[in-house]
C-alpha cells in the first residue's frame, strides 16, 4: 500500500522539519550580557547536592554567574560545605550572623548580583547562592561601569521551589550541607557516533532501495517498448503511481511552505499541538513501518505468495494479504510507542518509527535531475541558515532550535527527529538530527546510485560511492562544530549541503556527464521499434 499522493506534502512538511543537531546545552552565551575583565565566565548549569542532617537527599541545578572564580568539575573533589542563611535576607549590607565559610542562603532584589556576592565574601562567606523570585533561572551579568568584580567566591542562581525548600528546612533547624560543582561534558559522546551511523545507513539503505526499484521499473518498460499490445499499452504506466518526481516549482517553493510551517509550530507549540504532531506522526510511521516491513519479508519465498496476492478493499483498492497480515502489529507499535513516549527507552520506538518512514519517503520521492536537486539543496541551505541564526534578530531566540527542543510545550522535543541519549554525559539529554538532514540530502545520494545502476556504472566509476562519503564527511564536520560550538544546535546543512553538492558537480564536470546530469539525469533507453526499424531498412536496401 503506497504512500498517496494526496497526503504525501503532509507528510513531508512534517518530516522535513527541524534541520538541525543539537544537544542539550550546558553552556549558555549571551549577548545582551558583555564579557569584560572580572566578568567573562560562559553561564554554565551548576549541580548542588544536598545532604540534610548528614542523609543525602535533592540534588538541584542551578546556573553559575558571569563573575566569581570556575567551579569544580568533579563531585568528588567538592567539599560538604554548611550553609547558613543570610540575616538581612538580601544579604545586600553586613550578614548579622557571622559566617566562617559557610555557603550562603540569600533571595535575590534591592541590589545588584555582584554586591550581594561581594558582601558575602567579605562576610566570611565560601560561597553564595541567590534564590530567584521566579520558578525559572537567569543569566546573572554584571552591572555597566561596575568595577568590583575581583571576587573569589563563586555566585549560583537557584529556582525558585528549590530555594524556598532549603530556606525552610533551615529555618527548621535542620543542618543542611552542599557540595557545588559544574561537570564538564565529554569532548565527543558514543550518542553522537551511533546517530551519524544510523542517519549513514538510513540513506544507503533508501539509496539502494531506490535503485533497484528504478532498475525494476526500466526492466518493465524495456519489456513494454518491445510488445505494444493493447494489453501493454494499457498497463504501461502501472509500476510508477507510486513514484513522485519533484518538480522545478516545488523545489523553488520550498522555502515558503517551510518556513510557514516553521513558524506556525514556533508560534503554536504547546502541549495540545505536540499531541496533535504526535498524531500525524504516528500515521506516517505506520505507513513507514507497514511499506518497510511488507518489503522486507516479500524477499522471503515464505511470504512472497502473500504478497502477490491481493484483496479488493473500499476505499483502498487492492491490497495484499501480506500488507493485511503486517498492517495489526505496525499500528500496535506506533500506538504503544504514543502512549509511553516519555519513558527512558521510548526513543529506539521513535527512532524505529522515524528510520522506516525516512526510507519510504526516499523511495516514493525523487529528484529527477541534478537541476532539480541543485535548486532543492540550496533552497534549503538557505532555509537552514536563516532559522538557525538569523531568526534570531527577529524572535530574539532560533526558532529552528527551538521548535526542535520543544520549548513551551512541556514535552522532550517534537516527534519527527531521531534521538539518542547521551552516554556518559553527566548532564544526560539527547543528541538529535532533523529528518530534513536526512531527506534533503538523501534524495541526492539515493539520485547517484538510480544514475549508476541505470548507466551500468561501477562502484569505482559512479557517483554513489563519493555522494555517500561526502555526505558522511559533512555530517561528521556538523558533529565537530556541534562540540567546538559547547553543544549549540547547528544547521546540518550548513556543512553537508556543499559536500555532497560540490562534490557532485565538481565530479560530473570532470567525467564530463554534468550537461547530462544536470538536464536529463538518466541515461539515454534507445527504442527498440527504432533498432528493429532501422535494421529492416538496412536489410531491404
Known amino acids: 500500500m503506497d504512500l498517496p499522493r494526496s497526503v504525501l506534502p503532509l507528510f513531508l512538511a512534517l518530516l522535513l522539519f527541524p534541520s538541525t543537531v543539537f ?87 534591592n541590589c545588584s548580583f555582584t554586591t550581594k556576592t561581594n558582601v558575602a565574601e567579605d562576610a566570611g562567606a565560601s560561597a553564595i547562592l541567590i534564590i530567584n523570585n521566579r520558578t525559572d533561572l537567569i543569566k546573572m551579568v554584571c552591572e555597566e561601569n561596575q568595577t568590583d568584580l575581583e571576587i573569589a567566591i563563586p555566585a549560583v542562581m537557584l529556582p525558585q521551589d528549590a530555594g524556598t525548600s ?14 557545588i560543582y559544574s561537570p564538564r561534558r565529554p569532548a565527543v559522546d558514543v550518542a553522537e557516533v551511533f546517530l551519524w551511523l544510523m542517519a549513514v545507513g538510513t540513506i544507503f539503505c533508501a539509496s539502494y532501495w531506490s535503485a533497484w526499484s528504478a532498475k525494476e521499473a526500466a526492466n518493465v518498460r524495456e519489456s513494454l517498448l518491445k510488445d505494444d499490445t493493447a494489453e501493454h499499452q494499457h498497463t504501461q504506466h502501472a509500476g510508477y503511481s507510486g513514484m513522485v518526481d519533484i518538480s522545478m516549482t516545488s523545489a523553488i517553493l520550498f522555502v515558503a511552505f ?20 504526535v498524531v500525524l506522526f504516528c500515521i506516517g510511521g505506520v505507513e513507514g513501518l507497514q511499506t518497510c516491513t511488507v518489503a522486507l519479508l516479500s524477499c522471503f519465498r515464505w511470504f512472497q505468495h502473500a504478497g502477490e496476492t491481493f484483496i479488493e478493499l473500499p476505499v483502498l483498492g487492492a491490497v495484499s494479504y501480506l500488507t493485511l497480515a503486517a498492517s495489526p502489529f505496525c499500528l500496535a507499535f506506533a500506538v504503544v510507542w ?16 522515524g528510520i522506516t518512514l525516512i526510507i519510504t519517503v526516499l523511495q516514493i520521492v525523487r529528484v529527477p535531475n541534478l537541476k532539480v536537486g541543485t535548486v532543492l539543496l540550496t ?74 545502476w541505470l548507466a551500468k556504472k561501477t562502484l569505482r566509476c559512479g557517483y554513489f560511492i563519493w555522494a555517500m562519503s561526502a555526505y558522511g564527511l559533512g555530517l561528521f564536520i556538523t558533529y565537530v562544530a556541534l562540540n567546538l560550538m559547547d553543544g549549540h544546535g547547528q544547521p546540518a546543512l550548513l556543512y553537508i549541503v556543499p559536500f ?17 546530469l544536470w538536464s536529463v539525469g538518466e541515461p539515454h533507453f534507445p527504442c527498440p521499434h527504432v533498432q528493429l526499424q532501422s535494421s529492416s531498412s538496412f536489410k531491404d536496401s
Request: proline share 4%; net charge neutral; charged share 20%.
Open 23 to 109: 544537544s542539550g546545552d550546558i553552556v549558555h552565551q549571551d549577548d545582551h550580557g558583555p564579557k569584560k575583565p572580572g566578568c567573562d565566565n560562559n553561564f554554565v548549569l551548576v549541580k548542588i547536592q544536598t545532604l540534610i542532617d548528614g542523609v543525602e537527599d535533592i540534588e538541584i541545578v542551578g546556573v553559575g554567574a558571569r563573575f566569581g572564580p570556575t567551579l569544580e568539575s568533579k563531585e568528588k573533589h567538592a567539599n560538604h560545605t554548611k550553609v547558613a542563611l543570610a540575616d538581612p535576607p538580601d544579604c545586600c549590607s553586613k550578614p548579622k550572623n557571622k559566617l566562617t565559610g559557610e555557603v550562603i542562603l540569600v533571595w535575590r532584589g
Open 166 to 179: 532549603l530556606e525552610g528546612l533551615l529555618r527548621s533547624n535542620s543542618n543542611v550541607s552542599v557540595q
Open 258 to 277: 517551510a518556513s510557514c510551517f516553521l513558524v506556525m509550530l514556533y508560534k503554536l507549540m504547546s502541549f495540545w499541538f505536540i499531541e496533535v504532531l
Open 338 to 353: 504514543a502512549v509511553f513516549r516519555r519513558v527512558s527507552f521510548a526513543w529506539i520506538g521513535q527512532d524505529i518509527l
Open 379 to 452: 533552497c534549503a541551505f538557505l532555509y537552514d541558515i536563516f532559522w538557525v541564526f538569523a531568526s534570531k534578530l527577529w524572535f530574539q531566540e532560533s526558532v529552528m532550535i527551538v521548535v526542535a527542543r520543544g520549548d513551551r510545550s512541556g514535552e522532550d522535543g517534537i516527534p519527527m527527529l531521531l534521538k539518542i541519549p547521551r552516554m556518559f554525559d553527566p548532564w544526560g539529554g539527547y543528541s538529535v538530527i532533523g529528518f530534513g538532514d536526512i531527506i534533503l540530502p538523501g534524495l541526492l545520494v539515493a539520485f547517484s546510485l538510480r544514475y549508476d
Open 500 to 516: 555532497t553538492l560540490g562534490t557532485f558537480i565538481v565530479l560530473g564536470k570532470k567525467r564530463g556527464d554534468l550537461q547530462h
